[in-house]
């Protein structure tokens, strides 16, 4: 093998070597992705069935039901136009409650149920999440929506 043969060689195990470690790198990346959709998204069929996504909005008062002896419960998530179930199995954050803006990750069931493996909830009373308050802002021109069953609006 002439030496211009072996450095071709090398530049070309070099190309395939990188280029195998960037397809490997995308892979992960596109695994580890989970899109965000608000209650009126779910709904209307945007969210994917059986694929994990973050599902946000706020607990709407009175929904919360935990089964007696387990970890289990459920709750339902909106965003003031629309309402997705929520089912959860596990402890709930100590600052979860009704009227407060949640973000759950999970995976959409065929029968329309959210089944969350994780809940996220606010951290201070002025506090909703970014993602949540665009949403929800977005569905009503551009403010948060006066609902009589919460006490009080939330600020972003």
């Known amino acids: 093998m002439t ?3 072996r450095r071709v060689t090398l530049v ?27 209650p009126t998204q779910v709904a209307s069929g945007e969210a994917p ?12 008062p009175g929904t919360v039901v935990r089964e007696p002896g387990t970890l289990e419960m459920r709750f ?13 199995s596990g402890i709930v954050p100590d600052l979860f409650r009704e009227n407060q803006g949640v973000v759950a990750h999970g ?29 929800i802002k977005e569905k009503h021109g551009g403010v948060m929506p006066v609902n009589p069953d919460v006490r009080s609006v939330p600020r972003t």
Request: charged share 25%.
């Open 3 to 5: 030496p211009r043969q």
């Open 12 to 38: 070309v195990g070099i190309l395939v070597g990188v280029s195998a470690a960037v397809a490997l790198a995308v892979r992960a990346m596109n695994e580890n992705v989970m899109f965000f959709f608000d």
């Open 49 to 60: 069935i059986d694929k994990r996504f973050r599902l946000g909005g706020m607990v709407r």
């Open 76 to 88: 339902v998530v909106t965003d003031f136009q629309k309402d997705v179930s929520v089912k959860y």
């Open 107 to 135: 995976r959409l069931g065929a029968d329309g149920t959210f089944v969350a493996d994780e809940i996220l909830a606010k951290h201070d009373e002025n506090y909703m999440p970014p993602e949540v308050a665009r949403a």
